[in-house]
Nanobody
């Protein structure tokens, strides 16, 4: 059974930083592209960032580009999201996800991901 567990969320002031981490079990982690999505109250899932299984290719939404960095450590089966210069509009529940197919490229579309974590709350105060 695939399990993804996020950690690292919390409350931070605008301009601050947080680092989210997602650990994976139940799959050959190094074969799967991973993504981060977020969902604010009353809104749809929003793509944040994704990373190729090799760690050599990354994708970011325009809203976080230059502020967030996605990275992965295959030896530790973890994918991290370093979030800097946080803004109140970054407030959301953040989810990590694994692509449905081994070897697939990163994707910005939530329907391409078959495995999801339970989410971690990030709140940015103004």
């Amino acid at each position: 059974q695939v399990q993804l567990v996020e950690s690292g969320g919390g409350l931070v002031q605008a301009g601050g930083s947080l680092r989210l981490s997602c650990t994976a079990s139940g799959l050959t982690y190094s074969d799967y592209a991973m993504g981060w999505f977020r969902q604010a109250p009353g809104k749809e899932y929003e793509f944040v960032a994704a990373i190729h299984w090799s760690g050599t290719r990354t994708q970011y939404s325009d809203s976080v580009k230059g502020r967030f960095t996605i990275s992965r450590t295959n030896a530790k089966t973890a994918v991290d999201l370093q979030m800097n210069s946080l803004k109140p509009e970054d407030t959301a529940v953040y989810f990590c996800a694994a692509r449905a197919s081994a070897g697939a490229w990163p994707s910005e579309y939530s329907f391409d991901y078959a495995h999801w974590g339970q989410g971690t709350q990030v709140t940015v105060s103004s």
